[in-house]
C-alpha cells in the first residue's frame, strides 16, 4: 500500500470515528429530550460506525500498511429538535459519501486495486445510509409539531434491530 493511499485510508478511519461520536452525541440529546426510540436508533448507528472504522483498520492492517489514529473532534450534544437531529444526520452521510467517493477515485488513480472491493462495499452502504437518513428526515418534516407522530416515530425508531 502506497503511502497516499494509507493516509486517506487512515482520515477515512478518523472520519468513521468521528461519525460514531457524533451520533452517540445525537442520540446522548434525544435521550434527554425523551425520545428513547430515536436515541436508540442513533446508538446502533454509532456502533455500525465504529464497525466501518474497524473494517478499514483491518483493511490497512491486512496491506501492510499503518493505522495512524487520530484525535476526533468532541461531538455537539445539543440540537433544537428532532428534525435538527435528522437534518444533520442526511448532511452527515453525504460528508462521508463524499470522502469515500475521493478515496475511491484516489484508488483509481493510485492503481491501488485491492483497495477497490472495499470501497466500493462502503460506496453501496452509503446509498443505504442516506436513503435511511432522508426517510426519516421525510417522517420528521411530515410529522411537524405533532406530539403523537412524533411519539409514534420514536416508537419505530426504536424497533430497528
Known sequence: MNKAMEAALNEQIKLELSSAYTYLGMAAYCE????PGMAHWLELQAKEELEHAMKI????????????LQAIPEPVCDYASPLAVFE??????QKVTASIHKLYALAVEEKDYA???LLQWFIEEQVEEEKSADEILQKLRMAGESKSALLFLDSQ????E
Open 115 to 117: 483497495s477497490l472491493p
Open 57 to 68: 483498520y483491518g483493511h490497512v492492517n491486512d496491506r501492510g500498511g499503518r493505522v495512524a
Open 157 to 160: 425508531l426504536g424497533r430497528r
Open 32 to 35: 434527554s429530550a425523551s425520545f
Open 88 to 93: 444533520t444526520v442526511l448532511a452527515h452521510e
